[in-house]
């Protein structure tokens, strides 16, 4: 059977969390759930809030700028 380059990237992933389960004395499965069930979402929701929090800013600061353009004119 030919391996494709998705094998090829499947299998060093699957060899990158061996390898960090064993430094952190875990196993595969553990390590996945903390990865992907835990650490991820936690990130994605993280980001969205620093996402809409920069948005929200931006809008004060366009506000702003608009008043003191209009004050000024």
Same mark, same amino acid.
């Given at each position: 059977?030919?391996?494709?380059? *998705? !094998?090829?990237? /499947? !299998? #060093?992933?699957? !060899? /990158? ?6 430094? /952190?004395? *875990?196993?595969?499965?553990? *390590? ?7 650490? @991820?979402?936690? #990130?994605?929701? $993280? &980001?969205?809030?620093?996402? #809409?929090?920069? @948005?929200?800013?931006?809008?004060? &600061?366009?506000? #702003?700028?608009?008043?003191?353009? !209009?004050?000024? $004119?």
């Amino acid at each position: 059977m030919k391996s494709t380059i *998705i !094998d090829r990237i /499947f !299998d #060093l992933c699957v !060899d /990158f969390l061996i390898y960090w389960a064993k430094v /952190f004395g *875990i196993t595969y499965n553990e *390590i996945n759930v903390y990865i992907f069930c835990i650490i @991820w979402p936690i #990130l994605t929701i $993280g &980001l969205i809030a620093i996402i #809409l929090w920069q @948005w929200r800013m931006i809008r004060n &600061l366009k506000a #702003l700028s608009q008043n003191r353009q !209009d004050n000024e $004119g």
